[in-house]
């Protein structure tokens, strides 16, 4: 957890287990940065990885992971678990940019992100993934990968995002109506009084890919398709610079 502490957003709590890490690189504005990293070099069947974050009243908190976060093959009825809860208070910030998920032949990875705001919270989510590694040939022949995200404010619903593939991954993207092809999605959600504002704009840098729709005045929401990774973040990183209220963490620098 953070907190406001006058000038600047620092750490209040912290508690960490297994493989997972939490380093706090300094910067010179008064947001606190956090990057996460799982040292056991990515996830497989039975793996379970869950992170909990709360920005306390009126601070600003950047999440980001060290790394691409790879889910290699599992073993037969098993599958690697990810659950993300966040927790953003009243007059808080939190910039929630987890850098690529990256899925592999024979993973099988089920992963939930729950955000729960209050008040005036204000939010900037974008969750990567990658289909196979484009550079190295790979395809999708049996792969399972359900994904759910959840956006709260208040104790209400206001946005519920759901993927479910499983089998032949890369046929499936294959289709016109599904992903044309595509080999990495993004999905960018932006909470905020001025996100109305922004739209023309991300519209402008989105590739014909992508698309920018408002669920509110107060709710931007894009998603993005790209034949790979490095083209998904080509288009990923100006936008996200546009709707953030400062530079977006170095490593997600090309």
């Known amino acids: 957890m953070i907190k406001n502490s006058g000038a600047r957003s620092v750490l209040d709590r912290l508690y960490q287990a297994g493989s997972a890490r939490c380093l706090f690189p300094r910067k ?11 040292t056991s070099g990515g996830l497989t069947g039975g793996d379970k990885l ?6 306390g009243q009126n601070s600003t908190l950047t999440l980001t992971t060290q790394a691409c976060e790879r889910a290699y093959k599992a073993q037969p009825d098993q599958q690697a678990q990810v659950c ?6 009243n007059g808080a910030r939190l ?13 099988a990875l089920h992963r939930r992100l729950r955000i729960n705001m209050h008040g005036t919270a204000r939010l900037l989510m974008v969750e990567p993934l990658v289909f196979g590694r484009a550079a190295m040939g790979e395809h999708l022949n049996n792969c399972q990968f359900r994904d759910r995200i959840e956006i709260l404010r208040d ?14 991954v890369s046929a499936q993207l294959a289709l016109s ?14 909470v905020d009084p001025f996100a109305e504002t922004h739209l023309d704009a991300a519209r402008a840098l989105l590739p014909d ?3 920018a729709s408002l669920l509110a005045k107060d ?19 100006p936008v996200l610079r546009l709707l953030n209220t400062s530079e977006i963490p170095r490593c997600w620098m090309i």
């Not at 104790?155 to 032949?168: E, M, S, T, W």
């Not at 109506?177 to 932006?190: E, F, I, K, P």
């Open 177 to 190: 109506n599904v992903a044309g092809g595509a080999g990495a999605m993004a999905s960018v959600v932006l």
């Open 50 to 55: 869950r992170v909990s974050a709360t920005a």
């Open 95 to 107: 910039n929630w940019m987890p850098q690529e998920t990256i899925l592999f032949e024979g993973s």
């Open 155 to 168: 104790g209400q619903h206001a946005y519920i995002d759901a993927v479910h593939l499983a089998g032949n």
């Open 209 to 211: 890919t992508a698309g």
């Open 28 to 38: 010179p504005d008064a947001a606190l940065n956090a990057v996460i990293l799982n």
């Open 219 to 237: 709710m931007l929401v894009l998603r993005l398709l790209a034949p790979d990774s490095y083209a998904l973040r080509k288009a990923l990183i």
């Open 84 to 89: 993300n809860t966040l927790h953003v208070e």
